[in-house]
């Protein structure tokens, strides 16, 4: 990842783009947003790897993701969909599904989001989730199956499957949810290493990896939710690869399934 | 507050999304930003209370507004409108006007623009009062009296007053005056006591003594203006509810009149 | 500047929004964030400066950018031109080369965007540079004689011309370039300084002189990215004129040319 500096297109909700910035530049990757219709769909190919994030989509916003995803189906480029609290709404839910027939390399969400997107009903409070990890767990693989890509449910524990193959990550710390933007920044990190592997659950899995990580060496040193927020940024930064391979090697965290 | 964590949809401008999400989040609050007009509408029906803030408004955050508020209004859902900067811009000042006839549960700004808002005159420099609190005592009052809800007008010393009762709220810290955010920050926890209580007066009041105490808690700590925002986050995170119950206690702070 | 407290109107992208207002109220000036087309021409009117980025920009927001810098220049208000990544990407570029002819006090980019805009070539990689700074020396110096301005290429020594005077400013620290939004916030500065100035040049040194000592401050406290940027804010703060107005007369970092 420091290596490559993969740089990362993000079409992500105005909420989160700084941290999300942030948390990229943290781990070593390059960011970039651009959302404009006029430039996402070109900016998509040259990218190493694309976010789309629906958190506060609207019209022009929505064209933008539409021609980005377009584009790296069309290019092959990684990409990652957060389908953020769809479907409690209408709008950003019909948006989703198109979005899903473009194949994304990884979609990551909470519970109940996955469960709507994979047409299990679901639809959660606003951002949060009103059903656990394991409810989902037959509508990510599922979801896994139609995409043909890997779906990641997160929770307390991580639940990440590509259909066949099925890994829990767990630590963390209860402070990245009362954090804006833990959430959209760990599906940014997703897109980023994405691009430095060729094995999209790795991939994935590293990514939940490195924020779980991270949340636990912040937690330990915060005094709250705001000193958290800064030392979570330290610690991304401060987690090497060593670590990140070590940690879904925890064998109570790992089992292979499906 | 932390028991019932209601969910506050925020219509807010750009600038200070994240720091009005973290400060919901460290409350004990639900932030859903969601400004799009395809779903604002139906959304607001859904939340606990709304915030609609006019900082960064634009045509399509316009018609998202007024469709909340509307919503809210039908619905029954406590609202805040919080009018950055109306009175020196035609355009906000217009939109304003149209949301007061949506009878907002709280007004709250600084003194120019509770003025303006008024019709008595006022328009700040920017987003900054060029008024004292004190000046708008009468404004705040009559604006009360034609929404039926509260009017507050923040100042060195907080003014809170439904036309009947006025209670002021003092404390508090210069520095929140240095960080971006902090006042609309303010707004929004404003909504989410609306959430809580069935007196109005007594929301506002509470909201505006929390983010008082929360800064000075954090003002002892700060080395500057960037330490002071993480640490207001974490203070309140630590302030508790007998100490929110307490501050407008302070004798020198409140005061009945009419 | 913290006597004149200028008001500075930014027009930038939403990544950006918080820490370039933050940047701003902690080195004494007043941020506001109008981007509405409806707003931005009569707001550049009233502010003390102007700064147009178009790290994320659009449709609505390119026409607001085009009115709030017609504005200035018609008014004589000073204005800074930030071409984020201005040269990869067609549409901005376009914009951006529209927007030069308005005759920016200063533009601020890397060397990559400052060689695109001066027709030199260039282009980087989203929004990092792929050139060195002197590389832009002629771009530059070039692009100056057309705006009758000055000419600003941030790098690892900044480079800073009117055409016929150049200053080069050392110091700072790479962990700026970790930070979402600090080059974005000293283009921010460099407006603020514009305000309080006659000698645009001058204005613009004092800028990056106040950004790199804080920088340098905030590293020698900092743990990492996350406290860097928070301590960066507490720095500039902390900064005051005699330090910034000392730092182009150390020596080795400052030399006439042209």
Known sequence: ????????????????????????????????????????????????????????VHRR????????ARSAWTAGTPWVLDPVAVGGLAYRTELAADLVALRPTVVRG?????????????GGRGVDSTAATDDAVTAAAELAGRTGGVVAVSGEVD?????????????????????????????????????????PLAGAVAAHAHVALAAERAAA??????????????????????????????AEDVRGAG
Chains 1, 2, 3 share one sequence.
């Open 110 to 122: 909470n519970a109940s989001e996955v469960m709507a997107l994979a047409g299990a009903g679901g």
């Open 159 to 199: 639940l990440i499957t590509d259909g066949r193959r099925t890994v829990r990550v767990g630590g963390g710390s209860v402070l990245l949810t009362r954090t804006t933007g833990a959430g959209c920044a760990l599906g940014a990190l997703v897109a980023a290493y994405l691009a430095v592997t060729d094995d």
């Open 61 to 68: 916003t929505a064209e933008a993701m539409r021609l980005a």
């Open 1 to 56: 990842m420091r290596t490559n500096a993969p740089l990362v297109h993000c079409l992500t909700n105005t909420v989160v783009q700084s941290i999300t910035a942030n948390a990229l530049l943290a781990a070593g990757a390059a960011p970039a947003m651009v959302d404009a219709p006029e430039e996402a769909g070109d900016f998509a190919v040259v990218a190493s790897a694309v976010l789309v994030n629906v958190g506060t």
């Open 221 to 250: 040193a915060a005094a709250g939710p705001g000193t958290f927020a800064v030392a979570w940024l330290d610690a991304l930064d401060g987690v090497d690869g060593d670590a990140v391979a070590g940690a879904d090697l925890r």
